[in-house]
């Protein structure tokens, strides 16, 4: 089994990233903590992809194929495959871009906390920072000097910290279906949404679980959908129980300790400032429909980090990577050989030229506000803002309380949540 002992890559790491604060508490963090990933392809070009809260590495399968032409495993190979590749170092997989490369390798990885990787017991242990540290240790693994990194969800949230991190060993930047985290993971507040949440809480099995997953990754027309006799939404169901129930139930420590880095993960505007500064582009790929990851946070992310930074609005859900598999995998095909064709930002952004200066506007926003030489749009907008900061700070203490009562039964009856492609 390929595993990454993530403390064995961390004297190198602390080196690089942190290296005055980070050492000691890196090293309780890291203690004893095992990645598991897999390779597939081969290549020049490396791809590192990062899931979701409670995906596993094999919930970027239609991802994988797409750019290596492949869903076996580097580790599933026949022996004549190896045999080949002993007789040739250098063949290399064809792959599945088909962009003039010569040849891709990715690899995918279970997070901390899910799959077969390690699952700490402590919140404490699950941060986006923390864990944007176990990427960077399979990095080092693999002898990756430099990569593509395409996060999903909660794995977007990592990349970008591992982007401002070490943004040198950043080829491009794949962000999907992303936020900010904190009150920007919270879903729309509507009755579907609630009934989705009750639905999902109340979940104990992989039925139901399944049952639950379709309605938060995928549209209702895209459920609806006849394939020969069937919906998408039965053959689906069949699949999503066969994967829950082959991949184990996620611990409460590792559900509960990626919900915690979902909810503690922030990007400072020095992070930004990082990331953009490195030169690298970037593809923010959303659901116009994601129930879980509300656009208007990927669409802001995305003002933030012109002109580097395009936009593919897609009509789908928050599991767009499956929903929208051809589109996605063309835009992540099209960031590979945009970068490695070093095209100029501003030829690769869909954004206007004015929505590159975000900071500059912020700024000009705020003093116009407090000089009260506003229009009536400003003023809307201040509201509005208020409005939903407000809102999302009432259902935010409402989290918190159920988490809470949560706890206290779960430390007299320890649960299991159903593993997700999130």
């Known amino acids: 089994m390929p595993f990454c002992e993530v403390a064995k890559q961390q004297t190198s790491l602390d080196d690089t990233v942190d290296a005055a604060s980070s050492s000691s508490s890196s090293s309780n963090n890291n203690k004893g903590i095992k990645i598991f990933y897999k390779t597939y392809g081969h ?38 495959d190896d045999r080949m590749r002993a007789i040739d170092p250098n063949s290399s997989d064809s792959g599945g871009c088909g962009y003039g490369g010569n040849g891709i390798q990715v690899c995918a990885f279970d997070n901390r906390g899910m799959g077969r990787s390690s699952v700490p017991t402590k919140k404490s ?33 990592i990349a970008c910290k591992l982007a401002a991190m070490v943004p040198d060993r950043v080829l491009s930047l794949a962000l999907l279906n992303v936020t900010g985290g904190g009150f920007e993971c919270l879903p729309k507040l509507d009755s579907r949404t609630i ?25 209702k027309e895209y459920l609806d959908e006849h394939v020969g006799s069937s919906t998408r939404r039965a053959i689906l169901y069949q ?18 300790g990626q919900v915690n880095a979902c909810w503690t993960h922030k990007m400072t505007r020095t992070e930004i400032e990082l ?9 923010v790929i959303h659901g116009r429909h994601d129930i879980i990851a509300q656009i208007y946070y990927a669409r802001r992310l995305a003002k933030k980090l012109q002109p580097f930074a395009r936009l593919v609005d897609l009509h789908g859900g928050h599991l767009v990577s ?101």
Not at 196 to 216: C, G, N, Y
Request: charged share 25%.
């Open 275 to 283: 990331i953009r500064s490195a030169g690298f582009l970037v593809s």
């Open 125 to 157: 242990e699950y941060t986006t920072k923390i864990m944007a540290k176990d990427a960077i240790a399979l990095m080092d693994h693999l002898g990756w000097r430099k990569a593509h990194i395409f996060g999903h969800s909660m794995g977007a949230m």
């Open 322 to 422: 499956h929903e929208r598999t051809e589109e996605v995998n063309q835009a992540l095909c099209d960031l590979i050989s945009a970068s490695d064709k070093k095209m100029n930002p501003h030829v690769w952004t869909n954004f206007p030229k004015e929505s590159s200066r975000w900071s500059e506007k912020g700024s000009l926003l705020g003093k116009t506000c407090v000089e009260g030489k506003t229009d009536d749009i400003c003023s809307t907008v201040c509201v509005i803002e208020k409005l939903h900061l407000s809102i999302s700070y009432v259902f935010g203490l409402f989290v918190f309380m159920f988490e809470y009562i949560q706890r206290a039964i779960r430390s007299r009856h320890p649960a299991r949540v159903g593993s997700s492609l999130t």
């Open 195 to 219: 009934s989705v949440a009750i639905r999902f809480l109340k979940a104990k099995t992989p039925e139901q679980r399944a049952a639950v997953d379709l309605d938060t990754h995928y549209t």
């Open 43 to 80: 290549g020049p070009t490396k791809v590192l992809l990062i899931i979701g809260l409670a995906g596993t590495h094999d919930s970027w399968g239609p991802q994988i194929k797409g750019l290596t032409g492949t869903e076996r495993s580097n580790d599933e190979r026949s022996n004549d």
């Open 239 to 256: 699949e999503y129980v066969k994967g829950i129930s082959s991949t184990g139930m996620q611990s409460s420590y590792g559900f509960d």
